[in-house]
């Protein structure tokens, strides 16, 4: 990936640029490496690198690395970012009544995306985020969305309605593990 940095709208903060070939390889690298994408995962992320637009991206989102045992967020941190995680691992933790001790809300591997819930209603991050290895993430800030839908709405309709299938299925999941517990 390229050394340069590119400005996330929002934050000011700077990530590591992308070019269109360095996320085509990435996707290419995790659809021939990944075995756990779920169909419909597959099928939301092909639509969208079908898209005639999908060159334009590289501008949109930016690309993170994290050390295994560091943090992409810490809870009620005011960023929301979006991610896609292609490498690695990430943890989401719930702090507790209780120093030092923390509830794992979920363990998310690639494809996966992370930071929905902050990154839609705008609220400060509801849990940490800790990559328990070696991590890449793509990240799109709400803001840098927004710009996309506007100047690309196609592919922007594209990614909100994969962002909200993802989203239905994680919520899906996690209704039917509470009914489960019955």
């Known amino acids: 990936m390229p050394g340069e940095k590119m400005m996330d709208l929002k934050t000011g903060k700077t990530g590591e640029e992308l070019d269109f070939g360095g996320i085509m390889r990435a996707l290419h690298d995790v659809f021939q490496t990944e075995t756990s994408f779920s169909d419909q995962s597959r099928q939301v992320l092909k639509e969208i690198i079908c898209e005639p637009d999908i060159d334009k991206l590289p501008k949109y989102f930016s690309w993170k690395k994290i050390s295994s045992g560091n943090l992409l967020w810490k809870e009620g941190e005011h960023e929301n970012p979006l991610g896609l995680i292609l490498k690695g691992e990430i943890r989401l933790l719930k702090e507790t009544g209780f120093q030092e001790k923390g509830v794992v809300i979920g363990v998310f591997r690639p494809v996966t995306i992370v930071g929905e819930i902050s990154f839609i209603d705008g609220y400060p991050q509801p849990f ?55």
């Open 128 to 182: 940490s985020a800790k990559a328990t290895l070696d991590t890449e993430l793509f990240l799109i800030s709400h803001e840098n969305l927004k710009k996309l839908m506007e100047d690309y709405p196609r592919l922007g309709a594209k990614m909100v309605q994969g962002l909200l299938v993802l989203f239905s299925k994680r919520l899906r999941t996690a209704l039917d593990r509470v009914a489960a517990c019955f």
